[in-house]
């Protein structure tokens, strides 16, 4: 019998690099005033009265701008990655439907900002990329990638009565569809690494039917997990240098509830490997300070009462968690500046087909305070 909830395979590169750029919400607005990148960079050039910009010079002018348009992009750019909407090649398609249904009613005066506007990203975005690639090792493959709809719906943790998730799961899949991906690799705090990776469109040739999607994902985000679609005889050592991780995805469908802190920090322990001197064969041990913890779970108010009281609710959430050392007890008397940077072990089981033996057993649909913080 075919399992629900398989446990896959998902490149480790692809889960650490590209994933959190997935979390941010309203990421354009103002599409018609944004300046426009040439000029940008032309201005910083005779500012600083140089014949050329480095590529550091232009990075760090792009980056202080935040967003801007370019020829076939509306960019929001980050310093270390840029997420741009495929502005030209969306208009393209645009007007290739209205052609085809030969309905000037259809007519989109600003197809741009229009699409802008049905930009989805953030935790659903985020968790359907996971179906996706969970899909895509089931089936072996990242060509013509059939999945139905209630599939999407049943592995994001949704009953068949909650009808409104289908728009929502269309939103995201427009998003994944039109926005292109590029990380930007430093040497050292000024110096870019020339092999920067330009992920591009995370999903394409997209076919929407009534009972599902058929789709194409772009293979650099499937990585070394291609490899294992192959005979494995023919597989060296080179093939999997970005690494892979095993995913249990029932992790989807229980952390549907979570807040998104606590739901980034369990695919992170899900994802690391744990300290090897502080790793037993039972348990392996995530250690970090609170702060490094925080930046992971996109913990960032500007009060530090708001951001101790958040990483500990979040905390509390996490069905994943074994133990923690220092307490919960001990870490709540702490005081803000103590616990950021405290240095803290959280154990979580080291086999996953145990874990994930426990989250259906025990987690699939419950709610619950785990540690029992208040």
Known sequence: ????????????????????????????????????????LETERKRLGVAELTPELQRSALTAAGQYRSTNFVVRDFGDYAIAFSANMYADYIGKIETELLDKKTHCTDPVEDGLKRVRLFKLAHRLVLVILSKVYEKRTFTQLEI??????????????????????????????????????????????????????FIYNVVETPKGYIIDVNMKFVGCVSSLFNDKRGNTPEMFERGYLSYPTSIISATREYSTAAYLLTNYLIAEQGNVQLNDKDYKVVAFTVKRFMWVMNINSGRATKRKAEFLKAL???????????????????????????????????????????????HLGASSNHLGVK
Not at 5 to 29: A, N, W
Not at 161 to 172: L, P, T, V
Not at 179 to 190: D, E, P, S
């Open 1 to 40: 019998m075919k399992e629900k909830y398989p446990i896959v395979r998902i490149d480790r590169s692809t889960m650490q690099d590209f994933l959190p750029m997935l979390m941010h919400k309203g990421i354009f607005s103002n599409y018609l005033s944004l300046p426009i990148k040439e000029e940008i």
């Open 316 to 362: 509390a959430e996490i069905a994943i968690i074994s133990e923690i050392s220092p307490s919960v007890a001990n870490l709540t008397n702490l005081s803000p500046s103590e616990l950021e940077n405290t240095v803290i072990h959280i154990k979580v089981k080291s086999d996953v087909k145990e874990l994930d033996s426990d989250i259906k057993s025990n």
């Open 148 to 201: 139905s709809k209630h599939e999407m719906r049943d592995w994001l943790g949704y009953s068949s009565s909650e009808k409104n998730i289908y728009r929502d799961i269309s939103d995201a899949m427009f998003s994944l569809t039109w926005l292109n991906y590029q990380i930007f690799k430093y040497r050292n705090k000024t110096k870019i690494d020339p092999r920067y990776k330009a992920f591009g469109n």
